[in-house]
Structures are given as C-alpha cells and as structure tokens.
C-alpha cells in the first residue's frame, strides 16, 4: 500500500506563490508517474501537472503553464508543485497522485481516473 500526504497550502494574496509537497510512504514509489489535481468548490476534480519516474517529461494544464512547476526528488519519495503569480481562480484543494507505469519510466498520465493512489488534499487560497 502507497500513502501519499500533502503539505504546503495555505493562504495567500493575488500575485504570491506557494510550493506544495508530496511525500509517498509504504511501499517503494519507485517507477511511478505522479500528478497534481485540484478541486473547487462545486467544480469537478481537474488535472494540474504530471510528471513522469524518469522526470523527463512534464505536462502542465493551459491554465497553469508558464506559472506552475512540477518536480520531484525520487531519493526522497517527493513530488512538488512550484505555484507562482497565484490568482484567485486557482483557489482549491489541491491533490496528489500516483500510478506505477507499465508503460516505462517516461510515461505520464493527466486522467484523474489513470490514477490509482491519493492524497487526502491540501487547501490553497488565493485571495485577491
């Protein structure tokens, strides 16, 4: 079993930034995919960022690129989501997920049902 846990919400102001982490404990993450999702209130759970084992490749939802940054340390078993010039409509709890590939280690995934493990959420708000 793969827990993930998130950390690093919080409360900021139009225009500031916040780095999310994503640590996996059990058993060994090695050769999974990771993502980050988001949900607001009233909204369905949407796609953010994926990054495939290998970190080479990353894969960014229009309405965060050029502002988010997915990465990840795999010694570490972490995945993180740089947020940066944060506005108000990114204002959700943000999830992270995981996948073993059967596909290899370069292989990502931005289906919310591609994945198979979860975090229990962190809260990000942005106010304007």
């Known amino acids: 079993q793969v827990h993930l846990v998130e950390s690093g919400g919080g409360l900021v102001r139009a225009g500031g930034s916040l780095r999310l982490s994503c640590a996996a404990s059990g058993r060994t993450f090695s050769g999974a995919a990771q993502g980050w999702f988001r949900q607001a209130p009233g909204k369905e759970r949407e796609f953010v960022a994926t990054?495939?084992?290998?970190?080479?490749?990353?894969y960014y939802a229009d309405s965060v690129k050029g502002r988010f940054t997915i990465s990840r340390d795999n010694a570490k078993n972490t995945v993180y989501l740089q947020m940066n010039s944060l506005k108000p409509e990114d204002t959700a709890v943000y999830y992270c997920?995981?996948?073993?590939?059967?596909?290899?280690?370069?292989?990502?995934?931005?289906?919310?049902?591609?994945?198979?493990?979860w975090g229990q959420g962190t809260q990000v708000t942005v106010s304007s």
């Open positions: 997920a995981g996948r073993f590939s059967n596909l290899g280690s370069n292989f990502y995934y931005t289906g919310v049902y591609d994945y198979d493990y």
């Open positions: 990054i495939s084992w290998s970190d080479f490749n990353r």
